[in-house]
């Protein structure tokens, strides 16, 4: 079953603002624009804005600014039930005085659609909820309700289906497999799906392009991997994963084209990154380097990585987790860095606290980030 | 089972509707077989001698037949009055539940704070507002919307403004509790939905306050049909309901068995009205 037929185009949002009445900005002048068809996550902390642009496309808050499309039809100011948008509520806002079929059946009917019955025996069936028409939302379990919730909107065939933390309510288990399941969905129907989550896991296993978003604009837009691999911001290098932030000064650039690089010198050791990778101007920087990508050894023992060495490290703590073990290291300098290690069993046992360690990691997975950004931001915001 | 549960099975429960069950006996049980008795004794005694039970069961048929015009007036005025509640309560009640904002506890007091003052001191004091002098009479009489000898007071328009106002605060509460309860959110998935404004009250508000529709119409309604002080303090003879009757059977008259079978035949109504109401609401499970 297709459910993506006739034209559709991008949503784009141009100068997008919102301000609140007391002042608060939310959203602030965004410019983005949504391919027709893709799987989009705004992905972002508690009171980022990504809610409140999720609800300026559905109509449900006026922008104070700016402009939203779809493709060249201007809905900026169009009242909520004449866009072609439909939302999938964080809390599901199922109407509990109607079946599943009614609740279903509610967006086709007031659209005028005679007889939806054949619509809605398809969407539930897609959905896995035929057993459940004749049921109350109060008592379907909730991944249950979660469905119904997106049957109500997907039955309309919207151009951009707006998903409000919509597996937020939901436990671990169901969540990881709703996430496959809306995946699913959404490369069957073909319809754009904007997903707005704090949870980083859910964006990066399910969108096909990532918007992080802080403080009420976007810090950095890309695929899960480019996020995860080349982040931009030190906001979006810990927010995405974590990472190990080093204070660095740059010695200058060498090389051209896609081999050029910059010179940066780490508490005495100089280290090469690549330009592309290279996300400031300024003399300081912060290196980054995720956990994973650090790789330590025994003190002496030859390191299986040509890359940038360090040696007088000290383990401070480990904990191991069964399929990885995180260390902490001190380096030489003061500061501890984190070290994820799969549990090949290569070396034969754990490290001990206090060992003297090696440390190395292959220059073209670093990155350098703008040291007048706060190398705390994006952590412990849930 | 919990330790609530637990508590309160077997004896122990008994033992704790007892002072409630006793109470009902003797000031509501006992009562009603003395009004039944009284309403199939023969009207030829007096209140001072007593009646003799002789199981007259005219004295429903005259009581029908002589009083039927003030059962009509009353449920008619009743009618009207809990109609006007309903439309002005939703109101308040819509604005106090979503709009009110920091306002909210005001404004609840605010619908509760006449059940400070005496029911009988409001109503007289509606007395003052209607009367033929009164500010209202005169501004409507003014901007011509009343001819020159018009009057208010006096009129089935005071009594039935008169219920109004006394019964508004038992149509709010009701309903505000239902609405209160409605997520917001359900109004906003309903326009995500296509639904517009007249919509969304149809499909979603209504039904979700219909509890409170019914439980505000019943409470409005039901005393306001036996009322009689409204009536007396802002009607006249012709406004007469069906409460002022009675009371001046039991009191002027001293005609205890009709004044009974009166009752009687009022309480039956009411009764059947409801169920018939409640049932045809849907609201069985609600109530």
Redesign the interface.
Known sequence: MSLADGARGDLRMAGLHKRYPNGFVAVESLDLVIPQGSFFALLGPSGCGKTTTLRMV???EDATKGTIHIGDQDITHA????RP???V?Q?Y?????LTIAENVE??PK??GVKDPKQEVKDILALTELTEQAAKKPAQLSGGQQQRVALA??LI?RPEVLLLDEPLGALDLKLRRAMQVELKRIQEEVGLTFVHVTHDQEEAMTMADTVAVMNAGVIEQLGSPYELYTNPRTTFVANFLGRSNLIKGTVLGREGSGADEVVKVDMFGTVVSINASRVHTDSKEGWIGIRPEKVLIQPEGTAIDAPGDHFSGAVVVSSSYIGVSTEYVLRMPWGQELMCFEQNTGRRGGLLQVGATVDVSWRPDFAFLLDSSQDAEAGLEEE | MTALQRAFTGRSAYLLIAPAALWLGLFFLFPMLSLLTTSLSDPSGSPVYGYELTWRLQNYGEALADYWPYMVRSLFYAGIATAICLVLGFIIAYAIAFKAGRFKTIMLVLVIAPFFTSFLVRTLSWKLILADNGWVVETLKALHFMPDDGRLLATPVAVVAGLTYNFLPFMILPLYTSLEKI?P??N?????????PA?RFA??IW??ALPGVVGGTLLTFIPATGDYINASLLGSPNTQMVGNKIQALFTTAGDYPHAAALSVILMVLIVGMVLVYVRRAGTEDLL
């Open positions: 559905a109509g449900l009242r909520p039930y004449k948008v439909n939302t509520f809390n806002a199922l109407f509990p005085h509610f967006g007031r659209r109500r909107a309309n | 997520d959110r359900l906003e998935a309903a326009a995500d939905l296509y639904a517009n919509q499909k979603v039904p979700l």
